[in-house]
């Protein structure tokens, strides 16, 4: 049974906000992104659906080279999105319902337009010159000056990570974008600095942060040259000379104890890469006092050829689903570790057309099955914009113009300088954008069947294109439909977060027992508590199967199910059939 103790942040459930494509209220300074006003003025709608803590994507002064991970200052709001007043009437309309903030994080890099950059690129006798990575060039036998080690740019991945200075003949790091300088945390006036902007945040009344790759602040500090897995490209990924680097631990160690611990914080940890369990076990375990969670990756690479880059597909199955996920459960409740529960963030595609299918037949059995999993499981559980209403993936006919996402500008920029005219393959590059671009969680929130769907005024352009399915999937035709026999998804996610919370001793802190372990189609588990216990069968497959209910399920009755708003009609034994993407709930003996 679980060791895990009680805490308000287990029980959450985090909603992440992305900004500039959330709701435009015409307050903010560039009509067609959204802004603050925008946000706060939806609270009720989130606080509606079960949401108790709001995790905004950055909103601090920009010049948005990465959307707001690129941050030029850490105590001032870009024009873009308000004010610093915008941001202290959110605080206070959160708290009035009792909801809070968590801010994003974002300390590995800051923008080059960061005052401290601007010092630092100055001179190389600047003051703040080692409070990034500067490093001298390397010639080559024909005397071509190179950079410093072979490590390849993630957000642009052919190009190199290191950025050159013309001014003092110098390169630095910048392992996301040229713009985006990664900071020397071996100065200890750099940590200082960090910890004065948590401060700052804490003291304006926001409870906690999510981090940005906060994994990647440690790096050898030899620089090697990283091993070659793509032969045909001249950089190559670094990742294991920067992530989960020798430092990590000291630097979190002492972030919690001289800043976090003196506040009531709510932390989890974006870590890319990383797969290690008692690595991961040091921070998230609660007596390491390091972050409360993480964002583990594994499900979101489900579909990348192993050890490739992101922009890459392969086939999986429910097999793998439930490996994924039971290994997390089982290890967090077993070594009094903690979970993060997500399958969307901005990063990623949609859910609905990544895991299961988004066709019109079934993208709403797709989106419900989903909220069957994450509201069952144990963790703390993040919704992300859109989500609660299944909006899917941009579709195919989309031309690769209309993504604006660095990453997808540069990689069918690198296809099309790598393969010119091939007809073959920059088809098969824009497939892969369609199915996994960052671009298919950024565009705007579908608010109702208006134009640009609600999202801005009729006479806007929005900055991205609203997904042309508005008039069919959005908000206020959800939140209105009325339909005994059928749930919306958007009524789905309310009930089923309001279960969650019902019975929060079963699907926050109760056991985990995976009940079928070799089904490829079905992902089936018993959640219990020492009082009551729920099993879930979920067919993650376009197929019907039929499927032997395991004896240790014990289901004493199905209570709820993806087709119906009732109680699915279904025996509670031997054997039964489970539609496409059918999901059912059901209770069971202890
Ligand atoms: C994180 C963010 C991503 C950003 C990157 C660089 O992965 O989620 O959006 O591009 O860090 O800050």
């Not at 974008?177 to 004065?196: F, G, I, K, M």
């Not at 409870?207 to 040259?225: A, C, E, L, W, Y």
Request: proline share 5%; charged share 30%.
């Amino acid at each position: 049974m679980s060791v895990n103790k009680q805490r308000w942040w287990k029980e959450a459930i985090v909603y992440q906000v992305y900004p500039a494509s959330f709701l435009d209220s015409g307050a903010g300074n560039k009509p067609g992104w959204g802004d603050i006003p925008g946000i706060t003025s939806k609270l009720d709608y989130l606080k509606h659906l079960g949401v108790d803590v709001l995790w905004l994507s950055p909103i601090y002064k920009s010049p948005q080279a990465d959307m707001g991970y690129d941050i030029a200052d850490y105590k001032d709001i870009d024009p873009v999105y308000g004010s610093l007043e915008d941001v202290d009437n959110l605080i206070s309309e959160l708290k009035k319902r009792d909801m809070r903030l968590m801010m994003d994080l974002v300390v590995n890099h800051t923008s080059d337009q960061h005052a401290w950059f601007l010092d630092s690129r100055s001179s190389t006798q600047s003051s703040k010159r080692d409070w990034y990575i500067w490093k001298p060039a390397k010639y080559d036998k024909d005397g071509n000056r190179q950079p410093p080690n072979n490590w390849s740019m993630i957000l642009g991945e052919e190009n190199s990570a290191w950025t050159y200075d013309e001014k003092t003949d110098e390169y630095y790091l910048s392992l996301f974008t040229a713009e985006q300088p990664d900071l020397n945390w071996e100065n200890p006036d750099v940590r200082e600095a960090v910890h004065d902007v948590l401060r700052f945040w804490l003291d304006r009344g926001c409870s906690g942060f999510r981090m940005d790759v906060i994994n990647h602040i440690s790096k050898v500090q030899t620089f090697p040259d990283a091993d070659v897995i793509a032969p045909d490209h001249k950089y190559q990924p670094g990742f294991k000379y920067y992530c989960n680097g020798p430092r990590l631990h000291e630097w979190l160690k002492n972030m919690r104890a001289e800043v976090l611990d003196k506040y009531d914080t709510i932390t989890v940890g974006e870590m890319p890469f990383v797969r290690d369990e008692n690595e991961i076990l040091k921070i998230v375990r609660e007596d390491e006092k390091e972050l409360n969670m993480i964002f583990i990756f594994e499900q979101v690479d489900i579909d990348n050829e192993p050890g490739k880059y992101r922009m890459t597909l392969r086939d999986w199955d429910a097999d793998e689903i439930r490996k994924i996920f039971s290994h997390w459960q089982r290890l967090m409740i077993d070594k009094d570790g903690w979970n993060s529960l997500f399958v969307e963030n901005h990063d990623n595609p949609r859910s609905v057309s990544r895991y299961c299918n988004d066709s019109d037949e079934f993208r709403e059995l797709s989106a419900k099955l989903l909220c069957l999993m994450m509201t069952t499981l144990a963790g703390t559980l993040y919704v992300y914009q859109g989500q609660e209403l299944g909006m899917r993936n941009v579709p195919l006919e989309w031309s690769p113009e209309e993504y604006k996402d660095v990453e997808s500008i540069n990689y069918w920029k690198k296809m099309n300088n790598m393969y010119p005219g091939n007809k073959e393959k920059l088809d098969f590059a824009h497939y892969l954008l369609q199915r996994k671009a960052r671009d298919h969680s950024r565009t705007p929130v579908q608010w109702s069947a208006e134009p640009h769907a609600g999202f801005c005024k009729a006479d806007v352009t929005p900055w991205m294109r609203v997904n042309d399915d508005y008039k069919e999937v959005n908000a206020e035709a959800q939140r209105k439909q009325n339909d005994p026999d059928k749930l919306s998804v958007l009524q789905f996610w309310k009930r089923g977060l309001a279960n969650r919370k019902e019975h929060k001793d079963v699907f926050v802190y109760g056991d985990f027992q995976v009940l079928d372990e070799n089904d490829k189609k079905v992902f089936a588990y018993k959640r219990a508590s020492e009082k009551e216990a729920f099993v879930l069968a979920l067919n993650f497959s376009k197929d019907e199967v039929k499927w032997q209910v395991p004896e240790a399920a014990k289901v004493k009755k199905w209570v709820a199910g993806n087709y119906t708003a009732g109680q699915p009609d279904k025996p509670t034994s031997g054997t039964i059939t489970l539609r496409p993407f059918e999901g059912v709930l059901g209770t069971s003996e202890v």
